[in-house]
T-cell receptor
Framework: SAVISQKPSRDICQRGTSLTIQCQVD?????MFWYRQQPGQSLTLIAT?????????ESGFVIDKFPISRPNLTFSTLTVSNMSPEDSSIYLC???????????FGSGTQLSVL | QKEVEQDPGPLSVPEGAIVSLNCTYS??????FMWYRQYSRKGPELLMY????GNKEDGRFTAQVDKSSKYISLFIRDSQPSDSATYLC??????????????FGRGTSLIVHP
């Protein structure tokens, strides 16, 4: 498996501001993803973070709202921009290590927007 | 109809009971089946990973897949209060590349009371 450190673990933000979430993995990984988990809902894939190139976004998610960086094989950031209360959710980083084909998750970021 | 259906519960059982958690799905291309456990304020943890139909056992946990019925189950024997968590099923068509990205159920909340 992989050890995934995600920061911050939780935050309370004001409407209109932005928050950047960091994801650091202890080993190189093939794939990195960002998910959103809203109360009572299944995990929703936001985007695949591609190393050295633009992220691949799922339907309903756009780069202006959720810019993603992945400068190397072990690190990625997700920014939630111009936040509104509807963005209140858990955001999860997940990875597929190069040594196996299973999906592992970070501990998540609990975001509340006032 | 959603691709993956999972009853959100909550499912409340006494300690020591056998627990059965289930998911149904509609996409016949799914070949890989996973169960994740998620404690409150934590990221999902991979519990079981199976390929195609059949059973897989790991300690008190048994994962069962019936592809003909498009139905998967997770059984927990001798349930403990520490098993109280949300259990998410997930499934994917492939083990690598774009077909790897799993589709998740909503999760079932399990409460094991002493």
């Amino acid at each position: 498996s992989a050890v995934i450190s995600q920061k911050p673990s939780r935050d309370i933000c004001q409407r209109g501001t932005s928050l950047t979430i960091q994801c650091q993995v202890d080993s190189q990984v093939t794939m990195m993803f960002w998910y959103r988990q809203q109360p009572g809902q299944s995990l929703t894939l936001i985007a695949t973070a591609n190393q050295g190139s633009e992220a691949t976004y799922e339907s309903g998610f756009v780069i202006d709202k959720f810019p993603i960086s992945r400068p190397n094989l072990t690190f990625s950031t997700l920014t939630v921009s111009n936040m509104s209360p509807e963005d209140s959710s858990i955001y999860l980083c997940s990875v597929v290590p190069t040594t196996n084909e299973k999906l592992f998750f970070g501990s998540g970021t609990q975001l509340s927007v006032l | 109809q959603k691709e993956v259906e999972q009853d959100p519960g909550p499912l409340s059982v006494p300690e020591g009971a056998i627990v059965s958690l289930n998911c149904t799905y509609s996409n016949s291309a799914f070949q890989y089946f996973m169960w994740y456990r998620q404690y409150s304020r934590k990221g999902p943890e991979l519990l079981m990973y199976t390929y195609s139909s059949g059973n897989k056992e790991d300690g008190r946990f048994t994962a069962q897949v019936d592809k003909s019925s498009k139905y998967i189950s997770l059984f927990i024997r001798d349930s403990q209060p520490s098993d109280s968590a949300t259990y998410l099923c997930a499934m994917s068509a492939g083990a690598s590349g774009g077909s790897y990205i799993p589709t998740f159920g909503r999760g079932t909340s399990l409460i094991v009371h002493p």
